[in-house]
Each structure stands twice: as structure tokens, then as C-alpha cells.
């Protein structure tokens, strides 16, 4: 299993969730209200004026818990669905999982 987490623009969590819900074997996922920013350094050559961290932007933070056979359809499916092609576009991430389980009450007697 791999645990598949996104911060993304928030105009573009409509058209991601309609492609994931098309995606064979797509488990669902969790959505919450995220800020963040990057380094400018790392998308700009650096200036001479002194540059802060604090240009903060709305973002989405999407986190999903996958089988292994369709994590990397998933991760491609955010990141083609997602792009602008503008710097803040946002960041996909996948790490290994190794253990999961369902929290529910089965039908009969507690």
C-alpha cells in the first residue's frame, strides 16, 4: 500500500476529483483547507532584496490511501490534472504504508 498526498490549487480539486472517480480501483480520499509557499529561491534566480517566506497562498491537501497497483496512475492523474504550468501549482508525494485498516461497525451485536 502507498499513502499518496497532494497540496494543490484549490480551482483545481473539482476536475481532480471527477479524474480520480474514473480511475479503476480508486480508494477515495480525504480533503482539508491547507497554506503554504515556497522558497523563492528555488523557482527564481536570487535578488538582491532580501526575500521572506510569508507570501502565503490557499492551497488543498489531499491525502489517500492506495494499493499498490493503482498508486502511480493516481500520482500521474494529479499531477497532468493539476498543472498550470505556473510556479505554486503545488506538490505530490508517495511513501509506503505498512498497515492499514478500516474503521466501521459491522452489521449484529456489539
Known sequence: MKEIKAVIRP????ALRAALRDLPGFPGMTVSKAEGC???SRHAPPSSIKEELTDYT???RI???APDDVAEAIVDCIVTI???GQIGDGL???TDVTRSAFI???TGPA
Open 11 to 14: 480551482n483545481k480539486l473539482t
Open 38 to 40: 515556497s522558497a523563492p
Open 58 to 60: 490557499p492551497k488543498v
Open 63 to 65: 491525502e489517500i490511501v
Open 82 to 84: 493539476s498543472q498550470t
Open 92 to 94: 505530490v508525494w508517495m
Open 104 to 106: 466501521y461497525k459491522t
